[in-house]
């Protein structure tokens, strides 16, 4: 049974570039979540999908958007890109039946030069 | 916005010993669920373990124990002989148990370093 699948493992561009990073949830796990994880810091929220729709949103500005594809899997676009958007992003997958169960995925680290 | 606040942010334990990690969070809410999350030097998070505030006993599961202090907002997590594979950076983190709460909060980590 694989779990969190990310892709790529990571990734190098340059400021005002844009990315997309990819997500495959758990099997059997509908939501997936969005982190960001700075070098030091503990991850922050960004989003949150279920049933194709943004559930929630945390502090994090519009360049930022997501989207969730019908059998779950999901991506996260960043545009205009920033140093400050260099990190390593985070996936999380988890169940309807118990968001207290959240896998996380091993992160795609972005560099951005 | 809840807060998550790890003091501190690196500690160390010889093997076979106990050590304990402190969290303390800051929340209004009287429903929400607290976790330690463990991310070793490869990346993946893994969760340790969970505690839902309307439990007065505290969760355990085999070396890994916390000592949940609901008015002094304290989650502190216990690590009993401890072993070379535990050393990794720990997070604590909060969740609202209300209908919008979703996302994790999380403390900035405390770095574990596990010596023979």
């Known amino acids: 049974d694989a779990g969190v699948t990310q892709s790529p493992t990571h990734l190098i561009k340059t400021r005002g570039q844009q990315v997309t990073l990819r997500c495959s949830p758990k099997?059997?796990?509908?939501?997936v979540s969005w982190y960001q994880q700075a070098l030091g810091q503990g991850p922050q929220f960004i989003f949150q999908y279920y049933e194709e729709e943004e559930r929630q949103r945390g502090n994090f500005p519009d360049r930022f958007s997501g989207h969730q594809f019908p059998n779950y899997s999901s991506e996260l676009n960043v545009n205009a890109l920033l140093l400050g958007d260099s990190a390593l992003y985070l996936c999380?997958?988890?169940?309807?039946?118990?968001?207290?169960?959240?896998?996380f995925g091993p992160g795609t680290r972005l560099t951005v030069l | 916005a809840q807060t998550v606040t790890q003091s501190q942010p690196e500690m160390s334990v010889q093997e076979a010993e106990t050590v304990t990690l402190s969290c303390t969070y800051d929340t209004s809410e009287s429903d929400y669920y607290l976790f330690w999350y463990k991310q070793p030097p490869s990346r993946q998070m893994i969760l340790v373990i969970r505690?839902?505030?309307?439990?007065?006993q505290n969760a355990t599961e085999n070396r890994f124990s916390v000592n949940f202090q609901k008015a002094a907002k304290s989650f502190s997590l216990k690590i009993s002989d401890s072993q070379l594979g535990d050393a990794a950076m720990y997070f604590c983190a909060y969740r609202s148990g209300g209908g919008s709460g979703y996302a994790l909060n999380f403390g900035k980590g405390t770095s574990l370093l596990v010596t023979p």
């Open positions: 999380a997958s988890s169940s309807y039946r118990d968001y207290n169960e959240q896998f």
């Open positions: 099997s059997g796990h509908d939501t």
């Open positions: 505690q839902e505030a309307y439990k007065q």
